[in-house]
């Protein structure tokens, strides 16, 4: 049951550096901010690809909704990618956590996530470790800062590398009866190289911009509220050649 409430957790959360562009942008109803951080800013070639480190942060105040999906979108000329990298399973994960990870399975630095359970009111705070699963899918190790929660979670990369996707199984969305949990922040950070790999890399800068999105998709709730639509963010990171 621990292990269901961590799912839940992240799926309804659970997405500093030289040469930084940062950008940030609210809905119309200024309910849900996104932040993006591209450093450094300076973009590579199809020839030579750059590395660069793409630090994400949502913030959520929606009282009332379950997140099915978290999706994670860069514009044209970047890319998600585990190919290269050692790596991780899930039966590491949740055996050993991620001390048990290969040192050049990361795919950046922890990050953290937090939730509200509903009816009540509960915070939970979470510290989420990330690392390649396989070439197109990322793994994320999620445990408990205050009571003892530990699971794991799955982003699948699909569209060339432009599009990270995690989806929430419906037992994690609704980790008990009469339980549900809505987002209220996601902070991950996706950086690291393996010889000519690179977690997050850049082939060109498009008129000096580079769009991150984050998509929220929302599920049917145990209280029966009205479901939204799904909702994105997209900021226009500066980018340059």
């Not at 961590?6 to 562009?21: D, E, M």
């Not at 996104?34 to 750059?50: E, H, I, Q, R």
């Not at 939730?115 to 510290?127: I, N, Q, S, T």
Request: proline share 6%; charged share 20%.
């Amino acid at each position: 049951m621990r292990k269901l409430l961590t799912g839940a957790v992240v799926a309804s959360a659970t997405l500093a550096l030289s040469g930084v562009a940062i950008a940030q942008v609210t809905n119309p109803a200024g309910n849900s901010t996104f932040d993006a951080t591209l450093s450094p800013s300076k973009v590579g070639t199809k020839t030579k690809p750059k590395a660069h480190s793409l630090r994400t942060v949502l913030s959520v105040n929606r009282p009332g909704t379950t997140v099915e999906t978290i999706t994670l979108s860069l514009g044209k000329g970047f890319k998600f990618s585990g190919k290269g990298f050692k790596k991780c399973s899930e039966a590491i994960l949740l055996s050993s956590g991620p001390s048990g990870c290969p040192a050049g399975s990361k795919v950046g630095p922890p990050g953290t996530a937090a939730a509200r359970l509903e009816p009540g009111g509960g915070m939970l705070d979470f510290v989420v470790s990330p690392f390649v699963g396989d070439a197109d899918t990322f793994l994320f190790d999620v445990d408990s800062t205050g009571i003892e929660i530990h699971s794991i979670l799955k982003g699948e990369i699909t569209n060339r590398g432009r599009t990270l996707t995690i989806t929430i199984p419906k037992e994690l969305r609704q980790p008990l009866f009469g339980i549900d949990a809505t987002l209220t922040a996601i902070d991950a950070t996706f950086s690291g190289k393996s010889g000519s790999n690179y977690i997050v890399s850049s082939t060109n800068c498009y008129d000096r911009r580079v769009k991150v999105s984050g998509r929220l998709g929302f599920a049917t709730r145990q209280d029966l509220k009205p479901v939204p639509a799904p909702e994105t963010l997209t900021e226009k990171v500066r980018c340059s050649k």
